[in-house]
């Protein structure tokens, strides 16, 4: 095996392809990946922990309209973070070794790291929303970037394209119908 064969990876493997695996091998077992990891789980607990107590109570004296944005907007923090987790989870398997970088490659899609969706900062009951949990979304938002521009610079390729989603489709009729009145 040549020089050049051995830094791309071997025979068959293109440029791009060894590159990529490096910096992924590198990064997943640096101090900076387990920063964002801390701080990915870090935000999940804290999450979890709000929604199911002081943001429980907050959300009992917001209007109608309120309740359903604070409804709609807790439901795409949970499952943005859901996706975040798992890509920082499938990642530290990487970190620890129970997984290679091109095993972690062909689970990645489980993660299903899509497009944010984005709040409606312009919904009627938006600007009701309970400080605290502006806050999560703003911090989830920001850490869904930092992830999306890591998981390219390692993997190479675009985040997919948002899927249609039934759940946010029925809620954004519930909204058009509670705003109505």
Known sequence: MTDRQHFLGGPGAGKDEAVTVRFAEKFAHSPQF????????????????????????ESRVLS????????????????????????LLLHRAVNEGELTVDEA??????????????????????????VRL?????RSQRLHQRIVSLDQMMYGKQAPAPV?????????RLQD????E
């Not at 309209?65 to 890509?87: D, F, I, K, P, V």
């Not at 119908?177 to 109505?180: D, H, I, N, S």
């Open 34 to 57: 387990m920063s964002v990891f801390h701080e990915g789980m870090n935000l999940v607990e804290e999450t979890a922990a709000y929604l199911d107590g002081d943001g429980r109570m």
């Open 64 to 87: 109608r309209s309120g309740s359903l944005a604070y409804a709609t907007e807790s439901m795409r923090l949970t499952t943005r973070l859901m996706q975040l987790a798992s890509w």
């Open 105 to 130: 490659r062909s689970e990645k899609h489980k993660a299903r790291l899509s497009a944010a969706s984005g709040s409606n900062v312009d919904s009627e009951g938006f600007a009701e929303l309970p």
């Open 134 to 138: 502006k806050d999560l979304i703003a």
């Open 164 to 172: 249609a989603n039934a759940i946010h489709n029925q809620l954004g």
């Open 177 to 180: 119908a509670f705003c109505a």
